[in-house]
């Protein structure tokens, strides 16, 4: 499974931002999908999950109520809406496959993109 990113960009603190995550193919639909996200100097970490069918979604504490992730099977895409950004959101966004939306280690996910870069200024 090849996953591509997109959407990141600059932001003002209160902002909005949409992320993607495509991946062309037929099995995609098949695997839960992750978001991660990795600040400069700090280790990657879980952000929120989404199951194969959509129904089941979970989220860190600290995004919770501001970011809401989704997809679109039939457009092999997963979406993550981030709206309220805080400057600590700043970060490289990564998604990820795996065989589980409730997994949310790093090493719990078998498939990574490249990651697309977020910043939300102050």
């Known amino acids: 499974v090849q996953l591509a990113e997109s959407g990141g960009g600059l932001v003002q603190a209160g902002g909005s931002l949409r992320v993607s995550c495509a991946a062309p193919g037929s099995t995609f639909s098949s695997y839960a999908i992750g978001w991660f996200r990795q600040a400069p100097g700090k280790e990657r970490e879980f952000v929120a999950a989404?199951?194969?069918?959509?129904?089941?979604?979970y989220y860190t504490d600290s995004v919770k109520g501001r970011f809401t992730v989704s997809r679109d099977n039939a457009k092999n895409t997963v979406y993550l809406q981030m709206n309220s950004l805080k400057p600590e959101d700043t970060a490289i966004y990564y998604c990820?496959?795996?065989?589980?939306?409730?997994?949310?280690?790093?090493?719990?996910?078998?498939?990574w993109g490249q990651g697309t870069q977020v910043t939300v200024s102050s």
């Open positions: 989404i199951s194969w069918s959509g129904v089941s979604t």
């Open positions: 990820a496959a795996g065989g589980s939306s409730q997994k949310r280690q790093v090493y719990e996910y078998d498939y």
